[in-house]
């Protein structure tokens, strides 16, 4: 179980991404490319589901990175996917700290885009969201 340390002279990058009730602050290392969640290997975190891995690093791949930066990345709230998506924005906004050159790419692929959609709150009088009681004209 490979962990990641940071040497007080290794340079870092640190960004929050944000999806529904997920916040994931992702700290960019170079390094290897491990990924460690919560103090855990990304693979054990993740519970070995390679479409979260892919979908985690996608920003580092379409940028040819996938193997040049470790990330630490501590994850609260929500569900996995919630926190996957959370991370992957985390990542995508990290990447464009370290240059400004990577925006454009990340961009028109999607990455940089927080995506705001969330659980509706119940309102009163209704039985959920908008879903209201059946109505009797007599």
């Known amino acids: 179980m490979p962990t990641i340390n940071i040497n007080e002279g290794q340079q870092s990058w640190i960004a929050v991404g944000r999806r529904?009730?997920?916040?994931?602050k992702v700290i960019l290392v170079s390094g290897s490319g491990t990924i460690q969640v919560n103090k855990k290997p990304g693979d054990l975190y993740f519970q070995f589901n390679s479409q979260y891995i892919r979908n985690l690093r996608a920003p580092l791949v379409a940028l040819?990175?996938?193997?040049?930066?470790?990330?630490?990345?501590?994850?609260?709230?929500?569900?996995?996917?919630?926190?996957?998506?959370?991370?992957?924005?985390?990542?995508?906004r990290a990447l464009c700290?370290?240059?400004?050159?990577?925006?454009?790419?990340?961009?028109?692929?999607?990455?940089?885009?927080?995506?705001?959609?969330a659980k509706e709150r119940k309102k009163y009088g209704l039985r959920k969201?908008?879903?209201a009681p059946q109505f009797s004209k007599r």
């Open 64 to 92: 040819g990175l996938e193997n040049s930066y470790d990330l630490l990345i501590e994850a609260k709230g929500g569900g996995l996917r919630g926190q996957t998506d959370a991370a992957k924005l985390g990542v995508s």
């Open 20 to 24: 529904k009730t997920s916040i994931a």
């Open 97 to 117: 700290l370290l240059s400004d050159t990577k925006r454009p790419i990340l961009k028109t692929n999607g990455y940089l885009t927080r995506d705001y959609r």
């Open 129 to 131: 969201a908008r879903k």
